[in-house]
């Protein structure tokens, strides 16, 4: 018999576990099973549009979903189009690597008002994420404020400050083109509850923020210490920190003239409320103190005018129907991966929203020796059992050669010099896949 093996989410951590699976469990079957018709998660909705080298890692994934014993099957929801209670009963064992794909809420007053912008939802419109393709952002402002001091913070006040020859040559789709280089903002604030020391940029980004067309970095030196010791992190972090340290101390010493726009580092500032009446006009921060790593509010509140908030504070999963949640942590709770007999989690759904593409490979290595070790071929229906529930249901699903498909329309009509133009909406994706769509009534 056939070990059957579904794999639901086509990010890293769905392909990391569909390859270890495919190299550690020969003859078995594996079927990648993805929300939208297009795979590779945030890899394509998250990994910044000027990051084309990143979003490289994809190919390794390419030559993994061409394997033979791998099925795709993308514009399929789990919980929408089946049940994961269905999806158990057609598969040996069923890995869920659904990600993260909520913004971690912000909990102050004035949250809602418009203009505050969860990073989720900013980073999915840049990126032609169908979910927010329509956020329609008002940019028609000076300043805006990004919350955090992470990567993902520095993605996006990267790409709200680049030039349109900067912009053209990557895959934002045009209307985000045309917003962020005609909107009047100039000023981007990146605030950070704690100190230099505590941001979790990694270097190589930071240092880009030095080297862009039209805009500098702005550093308050005495917010920078002279040097990091002792810290309680291991040597490889310290030695991050050290040379975060020095970059940012370099952009206390960078020329701005001729530059128009400006990126201000900003440490030591929490968020106390959203200020404006129907839409944001600023942010009322508090100054801290770092204690024991942590931010402690020292009753000093500023005001910062600004037209639109950007928290770039984190994600958290979304409840699944079937599955335990931790709802705190925003996961589906697991043991190294194991969920329940048959049931595994690899990704950010199994450990938060942390680390970068690789840090997901271990997961999958993990949770495919456990299923190598522990789980034996049922005769459940697998594939056969799937696509006879699509059909019943009438759900359309894009496979590999309607992804390809999909692939080469977008690469067809990309700008000049930029390597795609993204298909927009599931109706274009699916009309592109178009003939290689396979449609529940044939
Ligand atoms: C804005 C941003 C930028 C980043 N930039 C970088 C970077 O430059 N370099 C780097 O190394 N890392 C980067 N990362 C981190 C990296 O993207 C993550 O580590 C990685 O994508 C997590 O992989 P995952 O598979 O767990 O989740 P995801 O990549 O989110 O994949 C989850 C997949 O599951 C699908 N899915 C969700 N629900 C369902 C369902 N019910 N049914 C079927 N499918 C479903 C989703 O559509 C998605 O395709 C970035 C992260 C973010 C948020």
Known sequence: MTLKVAVVGSGPSGFYATEALAKKCPGCEIDIIERLPTPFGLIRGGVAPDHQSTKRVSRAFERTVARPEVHYYGNVAIGQDISLVALRDTYDAVILAIGAPLDRPLNIPGDKLAGVIGSAAFVGWYNGHPDYRDLEPDLD???????????????????????????????????????????????????????????????????????????????????????????????????????????LQSFATVDPSGKHKRVHFCFFAQPKAVLGEDRVSGLRLERTRVVDGKPEGTGEVFDLACGLVIP???????????????????????????????????????????????????????????????????????????????????????????????????????????????????????????????????
């Open 312 to 442: 770039a504070i984190g994600y958290r999963s979304a409840r699944i129907e079937g599955v335990p949640f931790d709802e705190r942590r925003g996961i589906i709770p697991n043991e190294d991966g194991r969920v329940a007999e048959g049931l595994y989690v690899a990704g950010w759904i199994r450990r938060g929203p942390t680390g970068v593409i690789g840090t997901n490979k271990p997961d999958g290595e993990v949770v495919a020796d456990h299923i190598q070790g522990h789980v034996a071929a049922g005769g459940k229906p697998g594939r056969q059992g799937l696509e006879a529930a699509l059909q019943s249901k009438g759900v359309q699903w894009v496979d590999l050669k309607g992804w390809q498909a999909i692939d080469q329309a977008e690469i067809e009509h990309a700008r000049d010099g930029a390597p795609r133009a993204k298909l927009l909406t599931i109706d274009e994706m699916l009309a592109a896949a178009d003939d290689d769509v396979t449609e529940a009534a044939n």
């Open 141 to 247: 402002c000076q300043a805006v404020a990004i919350l955090g001091n992470g990567n993902v913070a520095l993605d996006i006040a990267r790409l709200l400050v680049k030039t349109r020859g900067e912009l053209a040559v990557t895959d934002l789709p045009d209307y985000a083109l045309e917003a962020i280089t005609k909107s009047r903002i100039s000023d981007v604030y990146m605030l950070g509850r704690r100190g230099p020391a505590e941001a979790k940029f990694t270097n190589v980004e930071l240092r880009e923020m030095g080297q862009l067309e039209n805009c500098v970095p702005v550093v308050d030196p005495a917010q920078l210490p002279e040097s990091i010791e002792g810290q309680d992190c291991s040597e490889r972090d310290l030695r991050l920190k050290q040379k975060n340290l020095a970059t």
